[in-house]
């Protein structure tokens, strides 16, 4: 059992800004084209993995075109940004002494783990199906 934490006001926060920024000016970055990461597995394989168009799709979402960004990684738009939301705003409740944890503890942390994992997986293997077609980035 973990012992309270003092409740400090939001505006103490210093990890989660800085985290969230530096997210954005990475996802501005790659947005824009600013800087281009090629994907290594891509590159070593020749086929692609969950996470290629997803700096396509950042730009696409930077200039609003959902069905773009959809087109280009829809696992990234609709997995992983909310993921990363939904973290961000636990991990300012625990910094701020509101949360005891900010990843959930024991069997619910591992569930959602193992889910993530699944999913991933799942949405890798749609993507090189036919029927995936749509969502393949090129």
Partial sequence: MTSPRAVR???AMR???ALAGGGLACG????????VVPCWFRALTGVGCPFCGGSRAV??????DVLGALGHNAFAVGVLAPLLAVVLVALARWET??????????GVGKALVAGLIVLTTAWWVFRGLPAGEWFRST
């Fill in 9 to 11: 006001p939001w505006h």
């Fill in 15 to 17: 990890v989660t800004p």
């Fill in 28 to 35: 501005l970055a790659l947005g824009t084209g600013v800087v």
């Fill in 59 to 64: 730009g696409d979402l930077l200039r609003g």
């Fill in 97 to 106: 002494g509101r949360a005891s944890r900010w990843w959930p503890a024991g």
